[in-house]
């Protein structure tokens, strides 16, 4: 079964300011499932910086984009299974927590939350890695 690559890009184009040379895509779908790269407060339309310095601006982009892409793929937000959340400071739990809770009432999926020392770009506080399937309806 051939794979599905969903916004596929180059990081050559998107981190112009380093020097890389990678393929990747926003979502992969494989066997039912869909797999999404890390989100982060980025616009995915723009690429530009949303909310810099607000952890709950970036959560809610981050989630929005989520939701954006998982519907690209088929899926839902109600069919996340997995959500890994990362995030710079761990006073950022409780405001990442409840704004991602807003998005997900009555989904249940497992979640990881990580302290990280940061990310590609030093602006974004939170990135939020999901996982899902993409349901059959009867």
Not at 16 to 27: G, I, K, V
Not at 35 to 56: I, M, P
């Amino acid at each position: 079964m051939k794979h599905t690559r969903i916004r596929p890009f180059n990081t050559k184009d998107t981190y112009r300011e380093q020097n890389l040379d990678n393929d990747l895509a926003q979502a992969v779908v494989a066997n039912g499932i869909v797999y999404l790269r890390g989100q982060v407060g980025q616009d995915l339309k723009t690429t530009e910086v949303v909310g810099n310095g607000d952890v709950v601006a970036q959560t809610n982009q981050a989630m929005s984009n989520i939701k954006e892409l998982l519907e690209e793929a088929g899926s839902s937000l109600e069919d996340i299974v997995k959500l890994v959340v990362y995030m710079t400071d761990v006073r950022y739990r409780e405001p990442v927590y409840q704004a991602m809770g807003k998005w997900l009432k009555g989904v249940h999926p497992v979640s990881t939350g990580i302290i990280v020392s940061g990310f590609a770009r030093p602006e974004w506080v939170v990135e939020i890695d999901a996982t899902a399937v993409i349901s059959k309806e009867d």
